[in-house]
């Protein structure tokens, strides 16, 4: 028999099913956000059509895509497309069917151009082609009048297009390490752009343009071939960052003194010294000037308030002006690597002071003042001609490193107290102190190296001595004999020459001469009485007998000319000889009787 329900079961169990299918249909349709990033995806998912009503956001980057399929710009309702760090070389046209998109990367990839007809994505707002091979640009980009960032970076772009104006929108334009080396005119009309980027680029001359931005508030022109920078760059009443690091500039302008800036880089240049203006930047708080040639500072450099870090490393400071005193917002102040000889007591007002650090430079004392630094932290001195330390500094509680030396193993160590021998007030010192060889831990940089420097070593002897040499006494060299076995070969060629000529008569007193291979060097007379012996050396009589290719020395005289060895088995019993050297015993036989 069925089974059968109450019509009002029946019409809950309906409303249920019902409910459990609608919200399996709402799970689905509420997906927005897609994430496929690093997949090792070789073609993009088919399951991404599911949901086309309503994704938002897509995220295929860092893949292996090389190409987008038609049905991925089916979904009308994306805002947002990630396709960075894939290997796309085109975009296709029909990007202009995403009239919701408001974000567009594309950078890492190869692509060489972008279609025109991107112009239709209205609604977007930043696109990124950064390391792309883009050598142009093309004129729909220009029409995407709601941009507000577009990142250039890495490119081969050498110019941007002449209606580039269009964009009135922009507020960030990056263009780092490009080929660019002009700006179009129409660059003014960004009245809105705050940040740009040129860094890493070709210019020469401080692009004129420039001041015409009202809104800038960032500019970075580091990494360029600037020779100067333009007087009227105080017309950029709103700059706050500016890095001109990296170039060929031998001064800046006085005008700087008017701008507001909060940052200021221009290290590794060729400045010689501020302009006395630059201390009317009380707005000022980091000024970075590493790797110059800066020889003094202003007077007033105590006006700069606000400053917060100082970095002067790499210099020719010889003093510091008693005014930085006034400069109690400092931090972090760096002098490493100048030619600094005292440090003025006002340096004690510095309470805000945290890193101090005076690396290789040419102090020999330090002021007392320095123990007033209540909030320092890391003090370097290493590299220095410092015989002792202030008293004072057992006051600095929160010194957490105090470097003396570059291969100090501990950041701090103990001290001893001591009585100055001159003054007689109470110093520390320690195992590091005095401080004697700086050198060793000098590192000069570029253009930093001066006459007085440059140490000439080639009137310097130089000598080499052994353990055992004595120094006090000259010594000249000397040779000495050859050793066994060269020598008592030869001696054992010699007694073969007799034992070969048995018709001759044996001299009492005969002479031994040197050949031209020096194989004949033994004594002059060879005693012909039954004394001969003692004159040769037993040990080499008996290294010669344990050679096999030495004959076997005759024990007496008359064994001496009985012995029959040819001269022509010489060859054959010495294969160690040349025949040249054989010519000579057979020369040296011939031309002396014995």
Same mark, same amino acid.
């Given at each position: 028999?069925?089974?059968?329900?109450?019509?009002?079961?029946?019409?809950?169990?309906? @409303?249920? =099913?019902?409910?459990?299918?609608?919200?399996?249909?709402?799970?689905?349709?509420?997906?927005?956000?897609?994430?496929?990033?690093?997949?090792?995806?070789?073609?993009?998912?088919?399951?991404? +059509?599911?949901?086309?009503?309503?994704?938002?956001?897509?995220?295929?980057?860092?893949?292996?895509?090389?190409?987008l399929?038609?049905?991925?710009?089916?979904?009308?309702?994306?805002?947002?497309?990630?396709?960075?760090?894939?290997?796309?070389d085109?975009?296709?046209?029909?990007?202009?069917?995403?009239?919701?998109?408001?974000?567009?990367?594309?950078?890492?990839?190869?692509?060489?151009?972008?279609?025109?007809?991107?112009?239709?994505?209205?609604?977007?707002?930043?696109?990124?082609?950064s390391?792309?091979? +883009?050598?142009r640009?093309?004129? %729909?980009?220009?029409?995407?009048?709601?941009?507000?960032?577009?990142?250039?970076?890495?490119t =081969?772009?050498?110019?941007?297009?002449?209606?580039f %104006?269009r964009?009135?929108?922009?507020?960030?334009?990056?263009?780092?390490?490009?080929?660019?080396?002009?700006?179009?005119?129409?660059?003014?009309? @960004?009245t809105?752009?705050?940040?740009?980027?040129?860094?890493?680029?070709?210019?020469?001359?401080?692009?004129?343009?420039?001041?015409?931005?009202?809104?800038? !508030?960032?500019l970075?022109?580091?990494?360029?071939?600037?020779?100067?920078?333009?007087?009227?760059?105080?017309?950029?009443?709103?700059? &706050?960052?500016?890095?001109?690091? !990296?170039?060929?500039?031998?001064?800046?302008?006085?005008?700087?003194?008017?701008?507001?800036?909060?940052?200021?880089?221009?290290?590794?240049?060729?400045?010689?010294?501020?302009?006395?203006?630059?201390?009317?930047?009380? &707005? #000022?708080?980091?000024?970075t000037?590493?790797?110059?040639?800066?020889?003094?500072?202003?007077?007033?450099?105590?006006?700069m308030?606000? @400053?917060?870090? =100082?970095?002067?490393?790499?210099?020719? @400071?010889?003093?510091?002006?008693?005014?930085?005193? +006034?400069?109690?917002?400092l931090?972090?102040?760096? #002098?490493? /690597?100048?030619?600094?000889?005292?440090?003025p007591?006002?340096? %004690?007002?510095?309470?805000?002071?945290?890193?101090?650090s005076?690396?290789?430079?040419?102090?020999?004392?330090?002021?007392?003042?320095?123990?007033?630094?209540?909030?320092?932290?890391?003090?370097?001195?290493?590299?220095?001609?410092?015989?002792?330390?202030?008293?004072?500094?057992?006051?600095?509680?929160?010194?957490?490193?105090?470097?003396?030396n570059?291969?100090?193993?501990?950041p701090?160590?103990?001290?001893?107290?001591?009585r100055?021998?001159?003054?007689?007030?109470?110093?520390?010192?320690?195992?590091?102190?005095?401080? &004697?060889?700086?050198?060793?831990?000098?590192?000069?940089?570029?253009?930093?190296?001066? &006459?007085?420097?440059?140490?000439d070593?080639?009137?310097?002897?130089?000598?080499?001595?052994?353990?055992?040499?004595?120094?006090?006494?000259?010594?000249?060299?000397v040779?000495?004999?050859?050793?066994?076995?060269?020598?008592m070969?030869?001696?054992?060629?010699?007694?073969?020459?007799?034992?070969?000529?048995?018709q001759?008569?044996?001299?009492?007193?005969?002479?031994?001469?040197?050949?031209?291979?020096?194989?004949?060097?033994?004594?002059?007379?060879?005693p012909?009485?039954e004394?001969?012996?003692? /004159?040769?050396?037993?040990?080499?009589?008996?290294?010669?007998?344990a050679?096999? #290719?030495c004959?076997? #020395?005759?024990?007496?005289?008359?064994?001496?000319?009985?012995?029959?060895?040819?001269?022509?088995?010489?060859?054959?019993?010495?294969?160690?000889?040349?025949?040249?050297?054989?010519?000579?015993?057979?020369?040296?036989?011939?031309?002396?009787?014995?």
């Open positions: 028999m069925p089974l059968t329900f109450p019509s009002s079961v029946a019409k809950k169990v309906r @409303l249920a =099913l019902l409910h459990k299918c609608n919200s399996s249909r709402k799970r689905r349709d509420d997906i927005t956000t897609v994430d496929y990033s690093h997949g090792n995806l070789s073609s993009v998912p088919e399951d991404i +059509l599911q949901y086309e009503n309503t994704l938002e956001e897509l995220n295929l980057g860092a893949n292996c895509l090389q190409e399929p038609k049905w991925l710009f089916q979904c009308h309702a994306l805002r947002q497309l990630i396709l960075s760090d894939n290997e796309l085109c975009l296709p046209p029909s990007i202009s069917s995403l009239t919701s998109l408001e974000r567009l990367d594309l950078s890492r990839n190869d692509l060489v151009a972008l279609p025109d007809n991107i112009r239709y994505c209205k609604q977007l707002t930043s696109v990124d082609c390391s792309n091979r +883009l050598e640009l093309c004129e %729909g980009l220009t029409m995407l009048v709601n941009l507000h960032e577009l990142y250039l970076n890495d =081969l772009l050498e110019f941007l297009p002449g209606n %104006g964009l009135t929108e922009l507020k960030i334009l990056e263009m780092r390490a490009t080929r660019m080396r002009l700006l179009p005119v129409t660059l003014p009309k @960004l809105k752009l705050e940040r740009l980027d040129l860094g890493a680029n070709s210019f020469i001359e401080f692009p004129n343009v420039l001041t015409n931005l009202p809104s800038l !508030q960032e970075w022109l580091d990494s360029n071939k600037l020779i100067s920078i333009d007087n009227s760059i105080d017309q950029l009443k709103n700059l &706050t960052f500016l890095d001109l690091s !990296q170039n060929q500039l031998t001064e800046l302008p006085s005008s700087i003194g008017h701008c507001k800036l909060t940052d200021l880089h221009v290290s590794d240049n060729f400045l010689t010294t501020f302009p006395e203006t630059i201390a009317n930047i009380t &707005t #000022l708080q980091i000024l000037a590493n790797n110059n040639q800066i020889d003094r500072l202003p007077n007033n450099i105590g006006n308030s606000s @400053l917060v870090e =100082l970095h002067l490393s790499f210099n020719n @400071l010889t003093l510091i002006p008693p005014s930085i005193g +006034l400069l109690h917002r931090q972090f102040l760096a #002098l490493d /690597h100048n030619q600094i000889q005292s440090i007591a006002s340096i %004690g007002s510095c309470s805000s002071l945290s890193v101090f005076l690396r290789s430079n040419c102090l020999t004392q330090l002021p007392d003042e320095i123990g007033r630094l209540s909030s320092l932290r890391v003090l370097n001195v290493s590299g220095n001609f410092l015989q002792y330390l202030p008293f004072t500094l057992l006051k600095l509680k929160n010194l957490q490193a105090l470097w003396m570059e291969n100090q193993a501990k701090l160590i103990a001290f001893e107290q001591e100055h021998p001159s003054t007689g007030q109470r110093v520390l010192t320690c195992i590091l102190l005095p401080q &004697t060889d700086p050198s060793m831990n000098r590192y000069i940089s570029k253009n930093r190296f001066t &006459t007085e420097q440059i140490i070593y080639s009137d310097r002897l130089t000598t080499l001595r052994f353990a055992n040499d004595t120094i006090d006494e000259p010594h000249n060299l040779r000495n004999p050859t050793p066994y076995p060269k020598e070969r030869a001696f054992a060629n010699i007694l073969r020459n007799y034992n070969h000529n048995k001759r008569p044996v001299p009492q007193s005969p002479k031994k001469y040197s050949s031209s291979s020096n194989l004949l060097m033994v004594c002059d007379d060879i012909t009485d004394t001969w012996g003692e /004159h040769i050396n037993s040990a080499s009589i008996g290294s010669m007998n050679d096999p #290719l004959c076997p #020395l005759a024990q007496s005289h008359d064994e001496l000319l009985c012995s029959t060895s040819p001269l022509g088995e010489i060859g054959r019993n010495r294969p160690d000889l040349l025949p040249g050297q054989i010519n000579d015993i057979d020369e040296n036989k011939s031309n002396h009787s014995f």
